[in-house]
Nanobody, 124 residues
């Protein structure tokens, strides 16, 4: 059974930075696309960024130029570097693994393994 554990969330002032990490265990990591999603209070969970096993990346328009997703396949870990944070970036951030080998997507329903989430709060 695949398990994903996020870390690195916290409270930061607007304009600050955070780096989230997500470490996978119990399954194959390298060939699968990994994604970051977030959910703000009262809102639906939304796509933030994704990275394929070969390193191809996708970003939501709202975070382009501020967030960077990366991965270390030797450590089974995916990262999300978040710079120039805004109050609207506040939410619970989840990492997830795509359900299909070598497949790329930004749709929540195509990711079938999820972490427990880590809270990110950006104060104004």
């Amino acid at each position: 059974q695949v398990q994903l554990v996020e870390s690195g969330g916290g409270l930061v002032e607007a304009g600050g930075s955070l780096r989230l990490s997500c470490t996978a265990s119990g399954g194959t990591f390298g060939p699968y696309q990994m994604g970051w999603f977030r959910q703000a209070p009262g809102k639906e969970r939304e796509f933030v960024a994704a990275i394929s096993g070969s390193g191809s990346t996708s970003y939501a328009d709202s975070v382009k130029g501020r967030f960077t997703i990366s991965r270390d396949n030797a450590k089974n870990t995916v990262y999300l570097q978040m710079n120039s944070l805004k109050p609207e970036d506040t939410g619970v951030y989840y990492c997830a693994r795509n359900s299909r080998l070598y497949y790329r997507s930004t749709r929540l329903d195509e990711f079938n393994y999820w972490g427990q989430g880590t809270q990110v709060t950006v104060s104004s």
